[in-house]
């Protein structure tokens, strides 16, 4: 093998297999990028000055864990992440996802120059090099690229050696199908390949202060390779990562990439992204920075959307903690499409004026919704579930972007009914508690997740309508109603301690038991386990002492004003409990005694720690603050403070004072997934909200219903999974079931029987008899069913007492 192995002696297969147990990398991104163009399938992540994650060929694949440089003159060995410092801007000031990395000595002798991109039409990063300093130190300088492959989404069973084609040589690697190539527009003087922790290039320098083993392969473990490259001083020159689907595409790609000189590439990527960004409205006015997030939120929603699946956009490109996480296959992580942020997102881009890819990931929900009309808890771009958790809001939140769309004239030649009819169906069916609330630690009756269910179902009632569906549309109607006339006695405390004073307000949740057909609906009466409390601590409350700011999206989309006592109530309980303020602003937990977050020493979040602030949460906080005609630019300025340097706005920040010798800093990013796409959403929506002075997400049909005083069924509902214990008199009771039935019923135990015959609503798999209670004289409604497909009794009776009697 030509010049790669000339200089070496320890030719042949690495030591030390399989290396050390593989980690995922940090959470906390600096930077997050790709190609504008479809055809460049790769995205990379940028951390501590360098890249440290990249994606092919899908957004939510994850190949490689580091690629850094490491530099030496013999008598120290610098690696870039651990011992240099960094600074990091963009191209354009945000125009385009590509970035200048200045890596820096501490001691001031070089620097280390980098552009970081997208090759514009091929699966390619690229890193144009340049090394800066005192002529005679940078005569001594060796530089070598450093490169850890993780391909297929693990860092176990991975091979890498070296290769030479065409007078041209680096670094392959594979597994699973997948190929990486590494290479450079300058020669390598040498290159190795080893098991990490044990014989990889990284470990040969620390150790020997040069690369004293040149190892041509390393397969089946956790592998590393390095190249030395032939540095004339501080000339410039290109080093690219390129992926195939066999060895020849990977390595004819590099060529390729290479083979095109740097600047003409630049130049189309600069311009691909201009292209884009010119489109979005005209929101900076209401920005503190000139609208450098605003344009950096819309890149950062764009560089999370795939593009072999068009629409399917991902949570975040991270692992939160992942450093602390066992490398093994498949682990999901945040790049994974959960229905709920995928809906957020598209809207946030609907907010800035773009429906074109919103109604892409309508369709993408579409083509995922499963035969039920479900959706599963979270999913890998190409369907494969990862959780199967039931989380009604995802469910409903895809109505809700159907009908935004519909109002946008969006939908071009695709008709959403379909899935808007069996979502509907879906909500009706497996209603009102939801296995999983939106924090997805909890199941009962949620204020968040009631919040969305009654918008979507009213949206969807009306469409029904549209559609020449009356019977449907009264149904979804009438069912909106029965929610909304039930979420505050099923979320509200009228014992509450939390507050002097305040004995009324929203809980965070009602807790229901799995599978019990007859919950209690008295959140005074219950308790809630938390999850992820610290050993030894306690994790079950009362449930009337744990709230969230959940309530608040009943004003967000209309159920509730703004104004409402109630919900005036709750936030200043809200207030006491969960906000607190930063140098940026206000920020708020998710709810009290959450252990999900960074550690009070600062430490990672593993199985318990401490939950802390959620700047999305500033955002829907923000919208509140407009919604009762207040200004929402301090929340605005919020947001804007708690991003990084880079403009990625976190999951989660720091809620306490400094901690001495850590990087854990009020109102910064914690080891959370960094970037949050929900957070960059919500900052758009927020702006776009204080632009046109209303809240974006209201929906008006259902303000106008719940707002505007109409009259509405007095109703009652009862079904196999949740048995009403009792009725009011003067209540409608609707008895509702999933197949078809002839109901027996009686008023007067049975002393009078009646029969009546359920409405069965094919579409939708419902059927429902209504039962007037009369305003005195009855005890409780006492029913069996004669299933009418099966020819059979259900042989036992139901009872549904009556208040009062």
Known sequence: MERAFASGTNGGMAHGFPGAPPRWTSSRKDGIGTAYNTASTLWYTLSHGIVNEVYYPTVDRPQIRDLQFLVTDGAFVHEERRDLHHSLSFFDEGEA????????????????????????????????????????????????????????VGGLSNNLRVFSRSGKTGLEGWKNGIWMALGATIPFRRLSCGYVGASDPLTDLLRHRTLQWSFSQALD??????????????????????????????ITTLFQSLGIVYLEQKGRFQEQWRRATEKILPLEAHAGDGGRLYRISHNIIRCHEDKLYPGAIIASQSIPWGEVHDDRAGLGGYHLVWTRDLCHSATGLLALGDSESPYRALVYLAASQLPDGGFHQNFWVDGAPYWTGIQLDGVAHPIILAWRLFQENGLKAFDPWPMVRQGAAYLVRHGPSTQQ??????????????????????????????????????????????????????????SGTLVPGISRHYVRILPTEAGDPSPEEDVDRLWLDIANRPPGTPYRFPARDIVDGGFLELVRYGVRKADDPLVVDSVRVCDKILRFETPMGPCFRRYNHDGYGQRPDGGPFEGWGQGRGWPLLTGERGHYELAMGRDPVPYLRAMEGFATSGGLIPEQVWDEPDLARSDCRIGRATGAANPLVWAHAEYIRLLRS????RVFDRVEPVAERYQGGGSRKNLEIWKFNRQVRSVRPGQILRILALAPFRLRYTLDGWKTIEEGEGRWL???????????????????????????ESQRWEGRDFSVGVAGA
Request: aromatic share 12%.
């Open 97 to 152: 996802p590509g970035y200048t990395i200045v890596s820096f000595d501490p001691e001031g002798r070089y620097r280390l120059v980098k552009e970081v991109m997208g090759d514009p039409h091929l699966p390619t990063l690229l890193i144009r090099v340049r090394l800066e300093g005192d002529p005679d130190l940078l005569s001594r300088l060796r530089l070598f690229v450093f490169v850890e492959p993780h391909l297929d």
């Open 690 to 693: 204080a632009h046109e002075g």
């Open 762 to 788: 094919s579409r939708i798999g419902c059927a429902f008899l209504d039962i007037p209670v009369p305003f005195s004289g009855v005890g409780a409604v006492l029913f069996t069913f004669f299933w009418t």
């Open 221 to 250: 473990g956790n592998v590393a390779g390095a190249g030395e490259l032939e540095v004339d001083g501080s000339q410039e020159f290109t080093v690219a990562l390129s992926f195939g689907t066999g060895e020849h595409g990977a």
């Open 437 to 494: 609330d939106r924090w997805e630690e909890a199941r009962g009756y949620s204020p968040s997740t009631l919040a969305v269910m009654i918008a979507a179902l009213v949206v969807a009632g009306l469409w029904a309508g549209k559609n020449g569906e009356s019977e449907e549309g009264s149904f979804f109607l009438d069912y909106a109603d029965f929610l909304e006339s039930h979420v505050d006695d099923w979320t509200t405390t009228r």
